[in-house]
């Protein structure tokens, strides 16, 4: 086999095998028409899965009594693996998943991330052991939360970590026989997957995650995209008020200075400081009941700010799915603010092909770093 033929061959394996990801039951001629090649380069590639065990026959589907039956198949989702990993100040989080994301181990572990040179330690101890565990590992992904040129590996700043220039991916694959990956840790849950987004949703979506700051990521052909210096998504230092509060980048008004959960606990407790220092109530959040009139405005007026760099995001990137992962998901008076402040402001014809969804904590960094090296094998 020339190396033409080879390439060839080796990007219709990857393409087969994203294509068993997305549909659990698929039959030689499906996959054939789905990626239009011949069905005999298909069975080629299929009968090398079958032997190396990635794949298997699950029984005939009977395409109404016409013709032969078709066999259908499957992934065995246990021969390819991946690690992701969470990077935090004190502990990181990990999991190893299957190529169907399913979890199969997960745990916690210490980690003294202010060091940047003993947290690169700690790393590959724990990938050592995992991969001990799990030979079938095709990659790590590493979620940090920091400025990171995903390409090269190297995480640029951190004030979380108190990190600068570290080049954790070249580490890590000094020490390790499988590559690793470097992401952003907004970046790295925009791709998770998640029961309550449609997977066709990573063909074009913007995500927005308010927490303790407000990040975002646009992700397009089941990329993220990074921009020139890999500050692309940054919707939190969006300016959605002129007069508003200054804020860590220099500017007034960010949308992270109006909407991130210490803006907002700073506002309730502004409101009534009878709520505690630490705005616990956020914490405890019962979406059932009714909001007091302080709080209502507050939920409110976040809702207006969101809608507003939302509308903006819109009208330039015109994604097909908008997706808002916050705590306030379950207050309708979030959501209807953010619809009209929306409404009102982006332009109608990209806002009506764009569906705006709601959703809390459906997604995790370690998951999504796992799902990364998963998107990026089957792309190599
Ligand atoms: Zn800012």
Redesign the pocket.
């Known amino acids: 086999m020339n190396k033409g033929t080879a390439l060839l061959r080796q990007q219709n394996e990857k393409r087969t095998l994203a294509l068993l990801r997305k549909q659990p039951h698929i039959s030689r001629q499906e996959i054939a028409k789905a990626m239009g090649v011949s069905k005999n380069t298909i069975s080629l590639i299929i009968e090398k899965f079958l032997k190396e065990g990635v794949v298997k026959e699950v029984g005939a589907e009977d395409p109404g009594g016409v013709g032969r039956p078709r066999i259908q198949l499957s992934l065995v989702t246990e021969a390819y693996k991946a690690i992701g990993i969470l990077i935090q100040n004190a502990f990181c989080q990990y999991v190893v998943t299957d190529y169907g994301s399913n979890i199969l181990e997960e745990g916690q572990l210490p980690l003294n991330g202010n060091d940047a040179e003993e947290a690169i330690k700690t790393l590959i101890k724990l990938c050592e052991s995992l991969l001990s565990r799990h030979p079938e590992v095709l990659g790590i992904g590493l979620a940090v939360p920091a400025l990171v040129d995903p390409v090269e590996g190297v995480v640029h700043f951190s004030s979380h970590l108190n990190w600068r220039e570290v080049p954790l991916k070249a580490r890590l694959d000094e020490a390790l026989p499988v590559k690793s990956l470097v992401l952003n840790i907004v970046k790295a849950s925009a791709i998770a997957p998640s029961s309550v987004v449609p997977p066709e949703a990573l063909s074009n979506s913007f995500y927005l995650r308010i927490d303790e700051g407000v990040g975002g990521a646009h992700i397009v052909d089941s990329r993220i995209y990074s921009g020139a210096s890999w500050s692309a998504g940054e919707i ?2 969006l300016p959605v008020r002129a007069d508003g509060p200054l ?5 007034r008004g ?1 949308l ?2 109006l909407v991130s959960l210490p803006a907002i606990r700073g506002r309730i407790l502004h409101e009534d400081p009878r709520a505690g220092l630490d705005g616990s109530m956020l914490d405890e959040w019962d979406p059932e009941a009714e909001l007091d009139a302080a709080m209502d405005k507050i939920i409110r007026e976040s809702g207006e700010y969101v809608g507003t760099a939302v509308s903006q995001i819109i009208t330039l990137l015109n994604p097909k799915y908008v997706v808002i992962d916050s705590p306030f998901e379950k207050l309708e008076t979030f959501r209807n603010a953010v619809k009209a402040s929306v409404e009102s402001r982006a332009l109608k014809y990209p806002l009506h092909h764009t569906s705006l969804l709601f959703v809390a904590n459906a997604y995790s960094s370690s998951i999504g770093a796992a799902f990364a090296v998963i998107l990026d094998f089957e792309k190599e």
């Open positions: 939190g230092h804020c860590s980048c220099g500017q960010c992270e200075t």
